[in-house]
């Protein structure tokens, strides 16, 4: 079993950052790839960004390309997601998920979830 609380979220104005982080428990956080989906007012859960179990390689959705940066310290358990140049668009909650292949969590499966935290950007 793992579980998956995500800090860091808050009110922002456009063009501004944040930097949400994921403390994972469990021991077995450094073979899960991790990955941040959000979803928007009346909007289905979407993909922005995972990256694999050893960091290595990482992924985006087009939207948040250049602006978003995910990363991991599996010494700490901890998924991050640097957003910088944040739009209205942007706002939403965030959810931080777990999976032990990142394609898979790419598509929207995941094996664990957190329960969210909220983003808000100003105009």
Same mark, same amino acid.
């Given at each position: *079993?793992?579980?998956?609380?995500? #800090?860091?979220?808050?009110?922002?104005?456009?063009?501004?950052?944040?930097?949400?982080? &994921?403390?994972? #428990? +469990?021991? #077995?956080?450094?073979?899960?790839?991790? +990955?941040?989906?959000? *979803?928007? !007012?009346?909007?289905?859960?979407?993909?922005?960004?995972?990256?694999?179990?050893? +960091?290595? $390689?990482?992924?985006?959705? $087009?939207?948040?390309?250049?602006?978003?940066?995910?990363?991991?310290?599996?010494?700490?358990?901890?998924?991050?997601?640097?957003?910088?140049?944040?739009? !209205?668009?942007?706002?939403?909650?965030?959810? &931080?998920? #777990?999976?032990?292949?990142?394609?898979?969590?790419?598509?929207?499966?995941?094996?664990?979830?957190? *329960?969210?935290? *909220?983003?808000?950007?100003?105009?």
């Amino acid at each position: *079993q793992v579980q998956l609380v995500e #800090s860091g979220g808050g009110l922002v104005q456009a063009g501004g950052s944040l930097r949400l982080s &994921c403390a994972a #428990s +469990g021991r #077995s956080f450094s073979t899960y790839a991790m +990955g941040w989906f959000l *979803q928007a !007012p009346g909007k289905e859960r979407e993909f922005v960004a995972a990256i694999d179990w050893n +960091g290595f $390689n990482t992924y985006y959705a $087009n939207s948040v390309k250049g602006r978003f940066t995910i990363s991991r310290d599996n010494a700490k358990n901890t998924v991050y997601l640097q957003m910088n140049s944040l739009i !209205p668009e942007d706002t939403a909650i965030y959810y &931080c998920a #777990s999976h032990g292949r990142v394609d898979r969590l790419r598509n929207g499966r995941a094996d664990y979830w957190g *329960q969210g935290t *909220q983003v808000n950007v100003s105009s």
